[in-house]
């Protein structure tokens, strides 16, 4: 009786010990799973944000969300801040998420998301808010702009967070700019400058200033063409190389400049054009309709216009035909010179032919040696045919 007494205790104690243990076991899950879990959240100023806070795991406590002033806004699925921009989206016991429309630089900063528990266990989020740069101003252009002029161009675009970036274009050729960046608040005014002197070669040239933001899905730009007003510039251009007597003579005169000359003057050796009836002048031209020897001189076209004056000259030597015929090439000496050259060079050709084939097969072999150090004829031919025994085992020699 009493071994089956004791037989009891020990299966209750083990039982007991069972429970305990899974009891443990859930009371550390649902510690573990009691933990509210969030993220941080990026929204564009004026865009829309939802903000959530889950657990894994709940016993029947309620989650809080708190704004950065830790005012409650919702505890649970019940409104506490009167602001119709937040809204609920989701209330449950494993999560709470709400919605903040027409997000303001202002809703930026740390949110806090409570779980009830004891203690209280508690998560933050951070909210960073975009500003939105405003459209990029160009100012500093002056109507119009004169050459040799300095002048800034300013673009400015307020509102942005965190700072936008500027860049310039003339046309389409990125120039560099000084950048300027003044806080206000929580945005930022951003102002880029470019600064240069004024040349022609600026009239109609489009310069673009692009702000860059992260805010942004593709850069804003505004542009501004430049007009640059400069005095003219004059070029004559004629239509004969050599002009002659008789001949039909134009002499067109090409003036650029902003604002175009409306008219250009015409001037001979200083003076006026002496002979009106031959030389007429129809809108920018001059033409001569037959050229003589009294049209010799100095030409000059003069254009204007409010910036300044500009001309051009051209000197007119009017040719006589007869004389140009009379001085024209001599084809006679022209082909004695030729006949001479050829001449000479068959000259040539044939000495150095001649003295080629003279000292053609020159040279000296063993066998000759000595032979021309003899006194005398007989003695040059004992030693050639002395020397002749070996000729077979000699090599020749080139002189």
Request: aromatic share 8%; with cysteine.
């Amino acid at each position: 009786m009493i071994v089956k007494l004791h037989l009891i205790f020990i299966f209750y104690s083990l039982c007991a010990s069972v429970f305990k243990v899974a009891g443990t076991k859930s009371k550390a899950k649902g510690s573990q799973g009691q933990f509210p879990i969030t993220q941080n959240v990026t929204v564009v100023e004026g865009g829309t944000a939802n903000m959530t806070c889950r657990v894994d795991y709940n016993d029947n406590t309620s989650l809080q969300w708190s704004n950065p002033a830790q005012q409650t806004l919702f505890f649970g699925d019940k409104k506490a801040l009167r602001d119709h921009r937040i809204e609920l989206v989701r209330a449950s016991s494993l999560e709470l998420t709400i919605r903040i429309s027409d997000a303001s630089l202002s809703d930026e900063g740390l949110y806090t998301c409570s779980l009830f528990t004891m203690p209280v266990k508690t998560t933050k989020a951070f909210l960073t808010v975009l500003g939105v740069p405003g459209r990029p101003a160009i100012t500093g252009f002056t109507e119009p702009a004169m050459e040799g002029e300095e002048i800034t161009l300013t673009c400015t675009t307020s509102g942005s967070k965190p700072a936008a970036n500027i860049r310039w274009f003339r046309n389409d050729k990125e120039v560099q700019g000084t950048k300027e960046v003044n806080a206000t608040g929580k945005s930022s005014t951003v102002k880029s400058s470019l600064q240069f002197q004024v040349d022609k070669r600026d009239n109609g040239v489009a310069y673009t200033c692009s702000v860059e933001h992260v805010s942004l899905s593709k850069p804003d730009v505004t542009t501004e063409v430049l007009e640059v007003h400069y005095a003219p510039q004059v070029e004559i251009i004629h239509s004969l190389i050599i002009p002659q007597e008789g001949q039909y003579f134009k002499l067109e005169c090409v003036s650029i400049g902003n604002p175009k000359p409306e008219t250009v003057l015409w001037y001979k050796d200083g003076g006026e054009l002496p002979d009106i009836e031959r030389m007429i002048v129809e809108g920018w031209d001059l033409t001569i309709t037959a050229l003589n020897k009294t049209d010799n001189g100095t030409y000059r076209c003069e254009a204007s216009n409010y910036v300044g004056t500009s001309f051009a000259e051209y000197i007119l030597f009017v040719y006589d035909p007869n004389a140009l015929g009379q001085h024209g090439p001599d084809h006679a000496l022209i082909g004695g010179v030729v006949a001479v050259v050829v001449f000479i060079t068959l000259c040539l050709i044939i000495v150095l032919g001649r003295y080629l084939a003279r000292h053609k097969g020159t040279y000296l072999t063993h066998e000759a040696k000595g032979a021309e150090d003899a006194p005398d004829a007989d003695t040059a031919i004992i030693n050639a045919e002395g020397n002749h025994v070996h000729a077979e085992e000699k090599k020749e020699y080139f002189i």
